[in-house]
């Protein structure tokens, strides 16, 4: 696993603020990479509820709930699946914010995919509605763990800033 630094305090500091606000995970393509730098974060109890990694379809749609039919047109690697999986991971763990990722760590030639990129998404529960917000991380000319590492960056720092503007 590679650990890039990142402000993880301040994570802490916002999701702390009143109102607190509580976190959940759910992976594919970081495979535990997001939960991991989470987990690194003294008092990470106190916002942290938990993670799911979902690495096939049938597990994304068991546990997050994701549409099979739209996820088996897309193999499961779209914006829209990776905000089904955010809200999916807030509602398993019933937690006020969460995060996704799905992806291609590596080119696949079934697939058509050329160079390896992800989506990440972010679902933020406000009572009865929600934010959702999706991103594409493209990774050229990155090894397999490199772009792990890139997206699990990308999701953090997404979740940062997006604290930032909401608090």
Known sequence: MV??????????ELLLREPRLTLAVAESL???NVQAHIGRVSGASNFFLGGITAYTLAQKVRHLGVDHDRAA??????GEIAEQMARGAATLFGA????????????????????????WALAHRQGEKWH???????????TRVQVQAQVTVAVITGLIEYLRDYR
């Open 132 to 142: 959702v917000q999706s991103s594409r991380v493209d990774c050229p000319d990155a």
């Open 73 to 78: 047109v897309a193999n499961c690697v779209s």
């Open 30 to 32: 970081t495979c535990g």
């Open 96 to 119: 006020d914010l969460a995060l996704a990722t799905t992806g291609y760590a590596e080119p696949s030639v079934d697939q058509g995919v050329k160079v390896p990129y992800a989506w």
């Open 3 to 12: 650990w890039v630094p990142l402000p993880m305090s301040e994570l802490k």
